[in-house]
């Protein structure tokens, strides 16, 4: 399918079924303003009471709840001023320790910066969403535990907006809240995460399925294709090359390949930068291609190809030494020889 026939298609289905644009990103919120600020009942701290498991406990009379915070710091300040997000405008000198919401479950906070003795309006830095509760944390720790990127040892656990963590591991977080195995205890808890994921996601998820599932992707939601420790495929000068994924961040994708060094194997790290491009790209004419993305046929090729190499490549590295009479290079689909 061309790109003009793929915004045909994406045209008539705009008509059957609007969706309003939405941005990817929730790094850039509107200005602090009246008008821009939730209302104080999308907000609010959400209390659940937790009630015996029936199995004779007593009540265990804890609360998990999810608040919406303000954080502005004063330039030179030994504290921040921090409310609730709602009370923003109502209150926008209340001043409270940095843990004075650490009770909570789980805590969006909007970090914003201020110039000291200046009357314009603090600087956004960044939204985060901090996880205080112990079960949530352990989920997180068991659900996250290879990825390279979340301090998971730390309380609360942090994980910056736009939740790249959530995006990449969301069908392993949805399918484990709503497992049969998990007890009343910790669905109480887990339903709290399920709905924060639900509500801030939704916008990268839409865009995710308008563009990404037809095999385009646009500049902004490029990160979504390079989940940490999948495959991705490069072509140049007619020699495939097979990475794993570290990281995607500021325009650079981060990878490993397998080397061989001073008589040992071992992972190298290996940067390939990405050239920022407006509109839709077709995503198997990116430089690095996510390896499931290519057709079936062609990644069962490609695979097998690359395997084959690999282990003639092991081979010749643990073998003494040897002469060759022949061609250096040949050039073949794959460069086979």
């Known amino acids: 399918m061309s790109v003009e026939e793929y915004k045909q298609a994406l045209s008539l289905a705009s008509i059957q079924h609007p969706i309003a644009s939405a941005e990817v990103s929730n790094d850039s919120p509107a200005p602090i303003s009246a008008s821009t600020l939730p209302n104080e009942t999308t907000h609010n701290s959400t209390d659940v009471t937790l009630k015996s498991d029936g199995n004779g406990e007593e009540e265990l009379g804890a609360k998990v709840s999810f608040v919406d915070i303000t954080d502005i710091r004063e330039e030179g300040a030994d504290r921040s001023s921090v409310c609730l997000t709602s009370k923003r405008i109502q209150a926008p000198k209340q001043k409270q320790q940095w843990d004075k919401y650490g009770e909570n479950g789980l805590v969006l906070r909007r970090k914003y910066e201020k110039k000291a003795g200046k009357s314009e309006e603090p600087k956004f830095k960044w939204t985060q969403l901090e996880i205080n509760d112990e079960v949530l944390r352990n989920f997180i720790q068991h659900a996250l535990c290879d990825y390279p990127f979340v301090n998971l ?144 046929e062609q990644r069962k090729c490609l695979t097998e190809f690359l395997i084959k190499r690999g282990k003639k490549w092991e081979s010749l590295c643990c073998t003494s030494h040897k002469t060759y009479n022949g061609q250096s290079a040949r050039r073949h689909a794959y460069n086979t020889d």
């Open 153 to 296: 040892s730390s309380t609360p656990i942090v994980i910056k907006s736009p939740y790249k963590e959530l995006f990449y591991y969301r069908e392993e977080l949805r399918a484990y809240i709503t497992s049969s195995e998990r007890t009343s205890f910790e669905t109480e808890r887990l339903q709290l995460l399920k709905t924060f994921m639900t509500e801030n996601l939704e916008s990268t998820q839409r865009e995710y399925d308008r563009h990404i599932l037809y095999g385009y992707a646009t500049w902004d939601l490029l990160w979504t294709l390079y989940r940490p420790h999948s495959l991705v495929v490069t072509h140049r000068n007619n020699i495939y090359r097979c990475f794993q994924v570290k990281s995607f961040d500021n325009s650079v994708l981060d990878c490993y390949y397998w080397s061989y060094i001073e008589g040992r194997f071992g992972r190298v790290l290996h940067r390939i930068p990405l050239e920022p491009f407006e509109g839709l790209r077709k995503i198997t004419s990116l430089f690095a291609v996510p390896l499931n993305f290519l057709p079936d």
